[in-house]
């Protein structure tokens, strides 16, 4: 029994009983899912704890909808899946539902960022950055400087981190923000970053020589941002800005 929904659920073993509270309307599937998830009033999400698949079901319409393996969002009228392609590329795909699917588009990219505060998708597609809108599937290119170097990864969902290869002076990190369109951090690429998902961003000889300043500062913390880095055989779970460094 859900609250979002007058639809109520009786799973048995190879069955399920569906029942509205509010028309009386009844009927039964030959389908036992492990779990259901309410998405609104006419669509739940039904999956089995042994299978990655998982099914979008209209109760309106008393049948499935959409059948996807990996969803990296789920709104009540918008769901985002993707497909490992290979190692270096992704397709994402958009749905926009109600009772059945309204409208879908596909991309390919070989990074992203989904952010629910901004309801958009950040795509890196050949070197550029594409943002997709959650609510009509617009797309646009980002607009930002041509000088920023090599694309690292994306922060905080609408945060792009380049880092600008320098011939006579240090490396830069720089941290630009695809809403407002511009910088808002830089920092030399001395530091301890390994990697950041699959991009190597310094050599990894300097890890053991800054994680003991490493441990030393990071209880003293200026703020913080979510991101996963590597140090080898340690991983912590953020990025540590101490004053001009990130860590």
């Not at 999400?45 to 969002?73: C, W």
Request: hydrophobic letters at 40%; glycine letters at 4%; charged letters at 25%.
């Amino acid at each position: 029994v859900f609250e979002d929904t007058p639809w109520c659920f009786v799973v048995m073993k190879d069955r399920t009983y569906f029942y509205n509270r509010n028309t009386k309307e009844q009927y039964v599937e030959l389908i036992s899912p492990d779990n259901i998830i309410c998405v609104n009033k006419n669509i739940v999400v039904f999956f089995n704890d042994a299978n990655s698949e998982r099914t979008l079901y209209s109760l309106s319409q008393q049948k499935p909808i959409l059948h996807y393996t990996e969803g990296i969002y789920l709104s009540s009228d918008t769901l985002v899946s993707k497909v490992t392609i290979d190692e270096q590329n992704f397709e994402i795909v958009v749905y926009k539902f109600d009772e059945k699917i309204i409208v879908s588009k596909s991309f390919i990219c070989e990074n992203y960022s989904i952010s629910d505060k901004t309801g958009k998708v950040y795509l890196l597609q050949n070197g550029l950055i594409r943002v997709v809108s959650l609510e009509n599937l617009s797309v646009k290119e980002s607009t930002m400087p041509n000088d920023f170097g090599r694309f690292i990864g994306f922060l905080r969902e609408s945060i792009a981190i380049f880092l600008l290869s320098q011939e006579y002076y240090k490396d830069i990190v720089v941290f630009y923000d695809l809403e407002r369109l511009e910088v808002i951090f830089k920092c030399d690429a001395f530091f301890p970053i390994a990697k950041v998902g699959r991009n190597i961003v310094v050599n990894e000889d300097l890890i053991q020589k800054k994680f003991s300043e490493f441990t030393q500062v990071a209880s003293q913390l200026d703020f913080r941002l979510g991101l996963i880095l590597e140090y080898g055989i340690l991983c912590i779970e953020d990025v540590y800005i101490v004053g001009d460094s990130v860590y």
